[in-house]
């Protein structure tokens, strides 16, 4: 017998409960948030489906292997983080749906918070080739208010959590170059869809700091660094890739150690529109 999807099981305990009381707009809310929840983890599943197929392709073989690997432990790690989410959507929806809908309760005020949507990280510490592998988690909090249509969405000092994507040190790949990347996935508990920061390093000290946006973000990177000839954005297959402002970092000392320091905040952007219902 094929298992239920999480999706349609879901649906189906709440119909259920909902029959018996009326539903209220918090509950509606609730369950509309656990549904994109599951539809999260679907969409990461597939992406970590297609990495692991190794469909990618690239000038250097051993490069692409290399970082394809590192995507996948990445993905792996999105995807725990994402099931986690959803079961915690999933009660939620499930207890307001149980409860007596309220005879004036407030409803609840849901944004779209749209595409682009600038969100600056404070890391909690610095991150490391040398210290960080890909897959590993890391933590931070909002550095700055994101505020939407004169509303706050999320406040400075909310809790941040994100991934490793990329982490080997200046030198170890084949051509010479090695990358540290981290993706932010994770506000005050809101499971969210960003670029890639990454920097990309020489064992000569040239340190590149860029931003690969969104699903292409493993072909993106492949082709910076599978590239044998140096020309390094030659294969990014229409991925927002771009200097990192006020982040770059130039030729310096030969350190085979890639840093991200903690001492200035790193600037991510929504790749995806997230809908989030406001505290009061």
């Given at each position: ?258 840093r991200i320091p903690a001492t200035k905040p790193v600037s991510f952007s929504l790749t995806t529109a997230e809908r989030v219902t406001l505290k009061k």
């Open positions: 017998m094929r298992p239920v999807l999480p999706q349609i099981a879901l649906a189906a305990i709440l119909s259920f409960t909902l029959a018996c009381n009326p539903k209220s707009e918090a509950a509606i809310q609730a369950e509309e948030a656990a549904k994109a929840a599951e539809a999260k983890v679907a969409q990461l599943e597939q992406q970590l489906a297609e990495a692991k197929s190794g469909k990618a392709t690239g000038d250097d073989a051993e490069t692409v292997q290399q970082v394809t690997k590192s995507q996948v432990k990445a993905l792996e790690r999105q995807v725990s983080d994402a099931k986690k989410r959803a079961e915690i959507k999933k009660q939620e929806a499930l207890t307001l749906a149980q409860a007596p809908a309220p005879k004036e309760a407030p409803k609840p005020v849901v944004l779209e918070v749209l595409v682009g949507t600038k969100l600056e990280i404070a890391l909690a510490r610095e991150l490391t080739t040398e210290k960080d592998l890909a897959g590993d988690a890391w933590e931070g909090t909002l550095a700055s208010d994101v505020v939407q249509d004169g509303k706050l969405v999320w406040s400075a000092g909310s809790p941040a959590r994100g991934v490793i994507t990329q982490s080997a040190a200046a030198g170890r790949l084949s051509n010479g170059q090695g990358a540290l990347g981290i993706r932010l996935t994770e506000i005050a508990g809101v499971g969210i869809d960003t670029d890639t920061h990454v920097v990309v390093a020489t064992a000569r000290g040239e340190r590149n700091a860029k931003y690969i946006g969104g699903g292409a973000a493993l072909g993106a990177l492949i082709g910076i660094l599978s590239d044998k000839k140096n020309k390094n954005d030659h294969a990014l297959g229409g991925a927002a890739l771009g200097a990192a402002a006020g982040t770059a970092i130039a030729a310096g000392t030969a350190d085979t150690i890639i």
